[in-house]
């Protein structure tokens, strides 16, 4: 195993990276900047060939990012697994949903190991990224593999390295955070952590795939949990008649043991709404029921209700119901800056409100269209005058392009969950 370490430290190895999504295409593209001829394989051959054209599909990555790396030679994209028997290492970053009971689908994962199975050969280094329950690499990844007859440590190394981006933040990304790594064995460990160095600023070493499965689900949890209670305090607040965004603001400024999170209309993304749910369902199957969890989940889940609550009253103040009153909606992406509609509580406001009968438009700057959960949308350009003429604005997505001062001025009413418009003031503007 010495003979890839020094292969990768003098950047020679060959990395491929199986899955080029939000995780994948940064992770690759960091491989290909540190010097790695890196290929990206994909099912989709759309993202294929953007790749190839060097043509960006996430916000946090430019095209010319891509470019660069492909014209330079460093980078390639396939949907041609057989690439594979080439490689020295193998990230593995394909997606792992719910399926809609809430037990984990590890098809992706698994349909990629099969792949890797057909074409693994002694002294390469395989590296599951996919966020997911604690034992998936030795229960799942490493029976699949041995399969072969190659034993992990003696013949091939395989680790477990969770991501930990967070799209959309200006601060840090897959180079800044630093990258927890678990391998099987020592030597698997240290291969690992020996790749990760030659491109990202600092790599934490556990002792176990386990431990660095556990790892991820505990950052992820924590801050489902912890959404989860102050969506709580929102409701409480609301049941008092307290401001819970002032409160929020004074509680922050205590220097110590406390951390402010935000209420709004719900979780989203491919991360916090999910991720909890895979050690929930690997506890249960080891005989523990636990309890924040599903809590946090049962809150955060009935945030979008709360929500359509206080559209129907701030309506109905203005003698107006849901049903026939044109509803704009300002944003539908999950979070801020991104352009990703996956799990989006905004979807689920929406097709509330469709089903009440109202009258939907919406306005996002990062979203064209939506065409799912029975939505069928175009963005529509904001035209603040044009706010005026709706019965009701929605503030779902806080992002930064719309100019909320003009919104407040503009709107008859508008329901804010995100205190967005926490500079405005006015009888018309209800905040969560
Ligand atoms: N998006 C995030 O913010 C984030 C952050 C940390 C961790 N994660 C985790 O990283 C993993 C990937 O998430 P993502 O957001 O990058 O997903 P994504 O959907 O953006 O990208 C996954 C890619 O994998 C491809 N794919 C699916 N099955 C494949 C297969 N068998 N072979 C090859 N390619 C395949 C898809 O076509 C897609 O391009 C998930 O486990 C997720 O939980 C995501």
Redesign the pocket.
């Known amino acids: 195993m010495q003979a890839l370490i020094d292969t990768i430290r003098r950047r020679e190895a060959r990395c491929g990276i199986?899955?080029?999504?939000?995780?994948?295409l940064p992770l690759a593209l960091e491989f290909a900047r540190a010097g790695f001829r890196t290929t990206g394989?994909?099912?989709?051959r759309r993202?294929v060939d953007d790749i190839r054209a060097g043509r960006s599909y996430i916000v946090d990555t430019r095209d010319e990012e891509i470019a660069e790396q492909v014209q330079a030679g460093r980078f390639t994209a396939t949907d041609d697994f057989s690439v594979i028997a080439d490689l020295d290492t193998v990230n593995i970053?394909?997606?792992?949903p719910l399926r809609k009971t809430k037990d984990p689908d590890l098809t992706?994962v698994v349909?990629?190991v099969a792949e890797i199975r057909r074409y693994l050969r002694p002294g390469q280094l395989v590296i599951l990224?996919?966020?997911t329950y604690p034992g998936t690499t030795q229960e799942v990844v490493q029976p699949a593999l041995e399969a072969t007859g190659l034993q992990v440590g003696r013949d091939f190394l395989l680790a477990f390295s969770p991501?930990?981006?967070?799209?959309g933040n200006a601060h840090f990304n897959t180079r800044n955070i630093p990258k927890v790594v678990g391998g099987v064995t020592a030597q698997c460990t240290e291969v690992a952590k020996t790749l990760y160095e030659q491109c990202v600023e600092r790599v934490v070493t556990v002792s176990s795939p386990r431990v660095a499965e556990m790892v991820k689900l505990l950052e992820n949890t924590f801050r489902s949990v912890n959404i989860g209670l102050v969506n709580e305090i929102a409701l409480m607040s609301h049941a008092l008649g307290i401001d819970v965004w002032e409160v929020i603001e004074a509680a922050k400024t205590k220097p110590f043991g406390f951390m402010a999170f935000y209420p709004g209309p719900g979780l989203g993304?491919?991360?916090i709404p999910i991720?909890p749910f895979y050690l929930s369902w690997k506890a249960k199957m080891n005989g523990f029921e636990p309890r924040f969890i599903e809590l946090a989940g049962h809150i955060n889940e009935g945030m979008p209700r709360f929500v359509v609550e206080k559209v129907t009253d701030a309506l109905n103040r203005h003698r107006k119901s849901i049903r026939g009153s044109h509803i704009h909606i300002l944003g539908v992406a999950y979070k801020a800056g991104v352009n990703d509609v996956r799990e989006s509580p905004a979807l689920n406001v929406m097709k509330i409100l469709q089903d009440k009968g109202a009258i939907l438009s919406f306005t996002d700057p990062y979203v064209p269209a939506i065409r799912e959960e029975g939505l069928e949308l175009d963005s529509l350009p904001l035209r603040n005058g044009a706010l005026g003429e709706v019965d009701c604005v929605v503030v779902l997505t806080d992002h930064r392009e719309f100019d909320y001062a003009a919104v407040a001025r503009a709107a008859r009413l508008v329901v804010d969950t995100r205190n967005a418009l926490r500079d405005c003031r006015g009888d018309h503007i209800v905040r969560l």
């Not at 394989?41 to 989709?44: L, M, P, Y």
């Not at 970053?93 to 792992?96: D, L, S």
């Not at 991501?163 to 799209?167: Q, S, T, V």
């Open positions: 199986i899955g080029l999504g939000y995780v994948g394989i994909d099912v989709d993202k970053c394909v997606p792992t992706h349909s990629a990224e996919s966020t991501e930990r981006i967070d799209p993304g491919h991360c991720d």
